[in-house]
């Protein structure tokens, strides 16, 4: 599991802005819920295949997957330019 899965302070602020925003709503009101479910959709089906595809990539013990894995995190390591951009890419 990744860190921040289970739980997203970022999630708790939203809820709260968006309550503000309309301050006569619950913050807990289904509807009020649901458009901030429908707003996140993108973002969570994103983040569940990225998690699966890493799953199954480090998951590989043998085989061409796991050889084509090592080979990119090798070039990534020996190349400081990729490796930073990669890096850069993860933090955003």
């Known amino acids: 599991m990744l860190a921040g ?3 997203d302070p970022l999630d708790a602020e939203l809820a709260a802005a968006l ?3 309309e301050p006569q709503r619950d913050p807990g009101e289904l ?4 458009r901030y479910e429908r707003a996140r959709a993108r973002d ?9 595809g890493l799953y199954r990539l480090f998951g590989a013990a043998a ?3 796991a050889r ?7 070039l990534a390591d020996r190349l400081p330019v990729l490796k ?6 993860a933090m955003t």
């Open 68 to 74: 084509l894995r090592n080979a990119g995190l090798n």
């Open 5 to 7: 899965e289970l739980y």
């Open 63 to 65: 085989g061409p997957v």
């Open 19 to 21: 309550a503000g925003r």
């Open 84 to 89: 930073n951009l990669l890096i850069r890419q």
């Open 31 to 34: 509807g009020l819920l649901r």
């Open 44 to 52: 969570v089906l994103a983040m569940d295949a990225t998690v699966h």
